[in-house]
């Protein structure tokens, strides 16, 4: 049997060591790698790629949001499973749309960890027992909702990078070293979103973004 390859990511130790205990029994799961924060995350993922990431939303260096997409855009084969304390569902949403399949909150039972990470490498969506089921009904329900073309939508896809981490604070040359691209061409990138956004500086490209559920600033709070 193919043991399904997990990457635990999570800026805690304690519950890395949990994590890794919990999986390293199991017949069908292995342990791929550790990273202990967001850009190390996606570093990892990168060089190890992994059947599954289970991913801590709340991350330093690199928002766990922001690097579901990161992910899912430098690694297509590697799922991702958020493990999180945040039971909002705008959270959730926000998980979702960014390209993860399961949700399951650090409370839950061990069992639902592992259920997501199985459902995640068969494609299938996964929520946490103690989240309400109809949330992905909804997310589901909201996105057919939003009208088929929006101007977030006309973005490249390095642009809608660069945009949701100019939304989050980071500076040219932390997106240059995120992307691994010059700091001409995150300048290049990123007027060429604005320009096409019709946003004139980064308020106005933060406003755009809660607008549109891109970004909630109360999940980057220090």
Known sequence: MKKIRVLIADDHAIVRDGLQQLL????????AGEAEDGHQALERAKALRP??????????RLSG???????????????????????????????????ALGYVLKASPSQ???DAIKAAQRGEYFLSSRLQAEVIGKYLKAQQSVPSVRSYDLLSEREQQVFRLVA?????????????????????????LMNKLNVHDRLDLLKYAIKIGIVDPDLWED
């Open 24 to 31: 390293k029994n199991r017949q069908d799961m292995e342990v």
């Open 51 to 60: 059947d599954v990431v289970l991913l801590d939303i709340a991350m330093p």
């Open 65 to 99: 949001i922001e690097v579901i997409g990161l992910i899912r855009s430098a690694v297509p084969d590697s799922q991702v499973v958020v493990l999180s304390m945040h039971a909002k569902e705008t959270y959730v949403q926000q998980a979702l749309a960014a390209g």
């Open 112 to 114: 639902d960890i592992l």
């Open 168 to 192: 989050q604070g980071r500076s040219t040359n932390q997106i240059a070293d995120i992307l691994c691209v010059s700091p001409k061409t995150v300048e290049k990138h990123r007027t060429s």
